[in-house]
Every structure is written in C-alpha cells, then in structure tokens.
C-alpha cells in the first residue's frame, strides 16, 4: 500500500491564459465588435469633422474677423474660441461651441468601447510623439477616469472612456458638464484679455489678405508633406479598419469565432 504520509504530486500548471484586468483597453467578454461596415459609418463623420478642422485652420486669420462664428463651427480648438468669444453673444457661444466640441466624443468613445484594446494601440501609434505621456494618462485613468474626462474631453481621453468600459450615462455627464466648465472660463480669460484680444483682431484685419495666404499655404504644405509620408489623420482612419483586424468580414449569419482575425475581439 502507498505511504500515506507520501508528498501529492504537483499539478501541472494551467495552459489558460490569465483573466484580462479590468481597465483601458480590457474589453468585457460580451461585447462583440462591429464589422467593417459599422465602422465606416463611425469614421465617415470623423473624417469629416478632422476636414472641417483643417479648413478651419487654414481660414482662421480670416474667418475670426469676418465671421467668428464660423470659425467656431469648423475648428473649436481653445485659441479660436479665446479669440472670437468677445465677438459673439453668450447664446451663440455656448451654443456652437459645445456642440462642435461634444460632437466627436461619442463616435471615439464607440471607438473605444466596441475594439478595446486594439483601438487604444491604434491611438498610440498616431500619437507617437507623445507616446509616453499617453500611455502614463490610460495608467491615470483606472484611478481617476471621471475627473480625467471632466478635467480632458478630448478624442484620446473619450476612446480611453469607451475602452475601458465607462457607464455612458456617467461618461456623458463627465463630458458635458467638463465642455462647458472650460467654455465658462475660455469666457472669462477673453473677458479679462479683452484689449490684447481686441489688437490681434486688429491686426488680422488689416493684414486680412496677406494673413490668409500664408495660413492656406501652410495648412496645405502639412497636409500635403503628411499624405505623401502616409500618415496623415484622413489616411490613418481610411486605414482603421486594417489596424483593428477588421479585413475580412464574418460570414453572414455564422456567430464569430476567436479564429476569425481578431473579428470578435480586439488582439490582446
């Protein structure tokens, strides 16, 4: 008979991998990503918007005298805004601006939340530049995702929100509420800086012509040295759809299988 003091075998490790930890990135196992058709009408209005930006930025010095509201309707960036809100009624102002800022968030937080971790790899790679300090803020946002889309509504902050699985109800209050604070204080600073505010306007109006040809020049080089380089933002996102695994759809009415090229859930 065997000793029954005799030492159990130890068991063989478990081949399974380990259970993703909650956070950025960790998509919950019942979300099933969209296909490639769903995503090109998430991208199109982004597309949209980033063009809409674009000719914001290149008519800027003109549009901020001739028709600032305009200005804020292509291109809500905090320089535009301090810069015309003198020039607008508080209802205009706050009207525009908070929907061309609030505009693009849900469509990166959709981003965010139905391909997870593949989406955030994705907003890495176009932000390389800074690649350290984006990847210190999704560390931040397991501790403090409601104050960082308060304080940080922006499109990396709002994809990091749908990542990591924000309730939508409290990302949109976050949201919101965060937009209109900056809107209220960007108020303030133009109200405090009125005179220098006042100059430059001046000066772009009196060097309108000039001003606007330097600026469309500009604005079309980058744009220009950026697409034959082949990362520009419009290229990048025409490109999504191979960046998260989506080249080949799912067969119709055939339920995903995690063999289906990362179809069913962003790589991990």
Request: proline share 8%.
């Amino acid at each position: 008979m065997p000793d029954s003091s005799a030492v159990e075998p130890t068991p063989e490790p478990s081949l399974e991998p380990p259970a993703p930890v909650a956070g950025v990135g960790a998509i919950a196992p019942e979300r099933v990503p969209p296909g490639k058709h769903t995503l090109k009408l998430l991208v199109a209005p982004i597309i949209l918007l980033v063009i809409a930006s674009n000719v914001g930025d290149a008519l800027a010095t003109t549009l901020a005298t001739t028709n600032p509201l305009a200005l804020v309707a292509l291109n809500a960036r905090s320089r535009n805004l301090v810069l015309v809100t003198n020039e607008l009624d508080a209802v205009s102002y706050y009207a525009v601006a908070t929907l061309r800022l609030l505009v693009s968030d849900p469509l990166f937080f959709l981003l965010g939340y139905w391909y997870g971790d593949a989406a955030v790899r994705w907003m890495e790679k176009r932000t390389r530049t800074f690649g350290d300090t984006l990847r210190q803020i999704e560390r931040w946002f397991g501790k403090a995702a409601y104050p960082l889309v308060f304080l940080m509504p922006n499109n990396y902050i709002c994809l990091f929100a749908g990542a990591a699985g924000m309730s939508v109800v409290g990302f949109f209050l976050a949201n919101i509420s965060g937009t209109l604070v900056r809107l209220y204080l960007i108020r303030r600073v133009g109200e405090t800086f009125e005179a220098p505010i006042d100059g430059v306007l001046d000066f772009l109006g009196e060097y309108r012509i000039p001003l606007l040809v330097i600026s469309v020049a500009l604005v079309g080089a980058v744009s220009l040295f950026e697409l034959r380089r082949g990362n520009s933002e419009v290229d990048a996102l025409l490109k999504l759809d191979d960046d998260l695994g989506l080249a080949d759809e799912p067969e119709a009415g055939r339920a995903p299988s995690p063999g289906d090229d990362g179809s069913t859930a962003a790589p991990r």
